[in-house]
Structures are given as structure tokens and as C-alpha cells.
T-cell receptor, first 114, second 113 residues
Framework: ETGVTQTPRHLVMGMTNKKSLKCEQH?????MYWYKQSAKKPLELMFV???????ENNSVPSRFSPECPNSSHLFLHLHTLQPEDSALYLC?????????????FGSGTQLSVL | QQQVKQSPQSLIVQKGGISIINCAYE??????FPWYQQFPGKGPALLIA?????SEKKEGRFTISFNKSAKQFSLHIMDSQPGDSATYFC????????????FGTGTRLQVTL
């Protein structure tokens, strides 16, 4: 176990549904990240939170809405997604913005949008 | 624009052989080059990393070779084992960029018996 837990592991949703992905870390890290992983593409950084403040938003459509209520929890709220949003969504945590060393990833949520 | 190019896309190696995965980058500001290993159903995990002040780093059967002038780095897996079968991602980042790693597209390695 990496210390980063993501739920649910699998999610199937229709285009009109609202769902949320949850991430929890017990590593004492200050930074948390959402990545999108699609087949044959590089991991795409979506959002970065440092000390519960969003510091990065890589031109992600507004149908993805992150929330970081505290340094241990991160959510990704999903609303009116498109089929092309189907992918593996990975949460990661790290020691902090200036520490570009090790990132710890969760096992991801495999999302299918019908 | 993809800043880190990784090849090959897939690789089949016999047990005991050497697996070699290559990456090239464009941004000369990059100064940290990790490799991540991902097994099916799991997230990526850091395997080994190098900074440009050295040309090689070895950890067990895993070695990173780094060529700063060519802006290339590679992962060598010696004595490849079936348990090494996974997807490998190279990445790069520079200081002060909020730990924003730029990843390659991944190489799916299969080690056969």
C-alpha cells in the first residue's frame, strides 16, 4: 500500500449524472494532485493543491470540480461528463511544492462515461 | 507539444535479458528525471531517479543512464524477470514548478519465460 487510498475503484456513470471521486492520504504530505491517465497518452496533470489551496489548474473543463477540505482529503466532483472523459483518474500526494521528489499515487478510479 | 518522448511503446524481453527504455526531452530547464513503474490495477510508483550532475545511477538491477548533451536518458533493467512485467513511465521536472512532472507515454514491458 502506498498510503494513498482512492474510492471508488470503478465507476460507471451516465452523461447527466453527478458523482464524486475521493482520495485520502495518511502520509502527512502537504500537496495533493489529480492526474488523468488515458491509454497511450502521458499522464495529464489536472489539479494541484498545496496546504489545501489550489495552485494549479491545467485548463481542465469546468465539469471537473476539485475540492480539498483538509490536507488529508481530496475530492473530484464530476458533472455532465462526456464519453471522452472515460479514463483512469489518479490521486497523488507529495512532500510539498518545492519538493519535486517522490510522488505517491493511489490505485486510481477507473471511470466509464456512457 | 509533448516535452518527454518515450520509446518503445511496448517491449518483449526474455527472462534474464536486458530491457532498455529510452526517453528524450526538450526543456533544458529539467533537472530531475524519475522513472515510475505501474502494475495493472495499481498507480505508478517511483522506481529510480537521477539528477543531471551524474551520468549514471544504479539501484539493484535497475540503472538510469543520462546524456545531458543529447537530452536523453534511459532505463536499463538487467537480468529481467517476469515480475518486472509492467508499464514504465519516464518523467522530468524542474525546480520551483510545484512538483509538476511531465510524463512520457509509457512502455509496456513483458518479460517472458
Amino acid at each position: 500500500e502506498t498510503g494513498v487510498t482512492q474510492t471508488p475503484r470503478h465507476l460507471v456513470m451516465g452523461m447527466t449524472n453527478k458523482k464524486s471521486l475521493k482520495c485520502e492520504q495518511h502520509l502527512g504530505h502537504n500537496a495533493m494532485y489529480w492526474y488523468k491517465q488515458s491509454a497511450k497518452k502521458p499522464l495529464e496533470l489536472m489539479f494541484v493543491y498545496s496546504l489545501e489551496e489550489r495552485v494549479e489548474n491545467n485548463s481542465v473543463p469546468s465539469r471537473f470540480s476539485p475540492e480539498c477540505p483538509n490536507s488529508s482529503h481530496l475530492f473530484l466532483h464530476l458533472h455532465t461528463l462526456q464519453p471522452e472523459d472515460s479514463a483512469l483518474y489518479l490521486c497523488a500526494s507529495g512532500g510539498g511544492l518545492e519538493n519535486n521528489e517522490k510522488l505517491f499515487f493511489g490505485s486510481g478510479t477507473q471511470l466509464s462515461v456512457l | 507539444q509533448q516535452q518527454v518522448k518515450q520509446s518503445p511503446q511496448s517491449l518483449i524481453v526474455q527472462k534474464g535479458g536486458i530491457s532498455i527504455i529510452n526517453c528524450a526531452y526538450e526543456n533544458t530547464a529539467f533537472d530531475y528525471f524519475p522513472w515510475y513503474q505501474q502494475f495493472p490495477g495499481k498507480g505508478p510508483a517511483l522506481l529510480i531517479a537521477i539528477r543531471p550532475d551524474v551520468s549514471e545511477k544504479k539501484e539493484g538491477r535497475f540503472t538510469i543512464s543520462f546524456n545531458k548533451s543529447a537530452k536523453q536518458f534511459s532505463l536499463h533493467i538487467m537480468d529481467s524477470q517476469p515480475g518486472d512485467s509492467a508499464t514504465y513511465f519516464c518523467a522530468a521536472s524542474s525546480r520551483g514548478t510545484a512538483s509538476k512532472l511531465t510524463f512520457g507515454t509509457g512502455t509496456r514491458l513483458q518479460v517472458t519465460l
